[in-house]
């Protein structure tokens, strides 16, 4: 089992054993959109308390399979663990998550950045930049992935579109103050 399929059968087992089966079962067959969604409306369903690691890890793989907006509603009401974690998600937080422009950083001109995942260690941010589209609102699909230096001002790494994992994983890993 490769390290993808690890992580991914780690998250589906945050539920019963039957439902995780149902979960790994479609990504198996390359169902992962219809994983993902058997596993939000699981944990919804059964009111399962999800750790801010595993809400932003769900998140990312809903990127990457082009379901996060679809997910991000029910993945938000999934109650919370409680306990400190090294990331949050910031979709949902208004005072947080409102779209960053004016950038000095020529790859990211013309962009809006959209704050997603916060390190609740370093205060760096994982942010998802789209392009503004004629219909008055930013571009389904990310064009890359941000994450901001601690300050918020500009940009520490940028990622190409497609990259949302290994961003995230950047943020989580890669904190400055030692501990990721």
């Known amino acids: 089992m490769d390290e ?17 089966q149902d979960v790994k079962d479609c990504w198996a067959i390359g169902e992962q959109e219809g994983g ?4 939000v409306e699981g944990l919804l369903a059964r009111q399962i308390a999800i750790g801010g690691t595993d809400r932003a890890r769900i998140s990312v793989l809903a990127e990457e399979w082009g379901e996060r907006e679809r997910l991000a509603p029910g993945l938000l009401r ?18 947080e998550a409102e779209v960053v422009t004016g950038w000095s950083e020529p790859e990211l001109a013309g962009l809006v950045l959209v704050p997603w995942i916060g390190c609740t260690r370093c205060g ?25 230096t601690p300050d918020g001002r500009r940009a520490e790494r940028i990622f190409p579109q497609g990259a949302a994992g290994a961003a995230f994983a950047d943020l989580l890993h890669g904190c400055p103050d030692g501990t990721g």
Request: hydrophobic share 40%.
């Open 4 to 20: 993808d399929t690890e992580r991914r059968h780690r998250i589906a087992d945050l539920l019963p054993e039957d439902a995780a």
């Open 124 to 148: 760096r941010t994982l942010l998802r930049a789209h392009g503004w589209e004629s219909w008055d609102d930013f571009s389904y699909l990310a064009a890359a992935y941000v994450i901001s």
């Open 36 to 39: 993902l969604t058997l596993l």
């Open 78 to 95: 999934c109650p919370g663990a409680g306990a400190p974690a090294p990331v949050r998600l910031l979709e949902g937080e208004r005072d």
